[in-house]
């Protein structure tokens, strides 16, 4: 009986080790985890993780190759394709995205304009769009539904920007950052072409300060603009007259405080906090929104040179941080952040996307 105890004790033991050891066995069969991607600029590569929903944690699904210099990624509304901006080579890179692995496999690539920064992908899903900072303009693309392929149909002058770097499609517009000129320009997408009617010939564009870097509007009927702007403030106001073609005039556009170099910007899913990474200061500036106007939450140390971050429907964010080479995991409550954990990633990390 003795024996009989203690082997019973022993083959708890060893179930309990192999429970604990074989968890990342484990988590790479979940099919719950989704796919979640990270440029890596100077290595010329992309960081492939699976993200487990329920937990937070991040499983290192290794590198693939990317273009020269890949500076942006996006991932489309299925989960099926992935497209980086490579600025360096002048293209973009199309990857599928295998639901059971998560993992990425070059399918093809298409050139841009000079100096790509940015992708955006229309809703309707048959549609991208690429700001390119030299050659001030944004080239149009069809996507192919089963490859995920771009096709070229032309481009479109970015009339009036000097230095064009960063682009938002939401629903039939597009908004475009210019550093240069120191504005937002606006655009309407015709859903059926891909056409592309520059807002200016219909009344002027949003004139805003020097706020150019990854800025976010928010979801629904009455959606805000909200810019990361370099002097250390976040622009924002109501785009109106929507849901039909927004008027130019931007009646209440206010500003609020952020901290040194504010690049980017990004909200909870349910759009009742948002953080503002401050690239020169190490810093996040969290604030609560209410009917979208954000209010002052406090300051979140991070890590060095911060940049993109993504936050989930599950309730975490994920940090780049360019100077550490590292993404940071988080769990998000308001516009509180617990860290999870650092993970490695290449050199230079710029830009993240997930499915």
Known sequence: MRNVRIYTVLLGLTLLMAACTSYEEAFNRNLDSTGLYVTNSSSNSVSQFAADPKSGILNDLGTVPAGTTPVYVAVNSAGTFA???????????????????RKLAFTSSVATGTLPRMIGLHSGGKFAYVVNETTDNISRYSIDSSTGALTSIGTVAATGATTPRAIVVHKNLIFLAD?????????????????????????????????????????????YVYLPCADGNIEYFPVSG????????????????????????????????AFASNSGAASLSAYTLSNGVPTAAGTISTCTTPGQMLINSSGFGYLVCNGDNTVRAYSVSGANLSLIKSYPVGTAPTSIAAY
């Open 83 to 101: 497209y980086v901006v490579n600025s360096g080579s002048n293209d973009v890179y199309v990857y599928s995205i295998n639901k059971k692995t």
């Open 242 to 273: 929507w849901p039909t073609f927004p008027s130019t005039t931007i009646s209440s556009k206010a500003t609020i405080a952020a901290g040194n170099t504010t690049s980017a910007i990004a909200l909870t899913a349910d759009q009742s906090a």
């Open 179 to 223: 550093a240069g000129g120191t504005q937002v320009r606006l655009y309407n997408i015709d859903s059926t072409t891909g056409a592309v009617t520059d807002h200016s010939a219909l009344g002027g564009d949003l004139a805003s300060t020097s706020c150019a870097g990854l800025f976010h509007i928010s979801s629904g009927n009455a959606p």
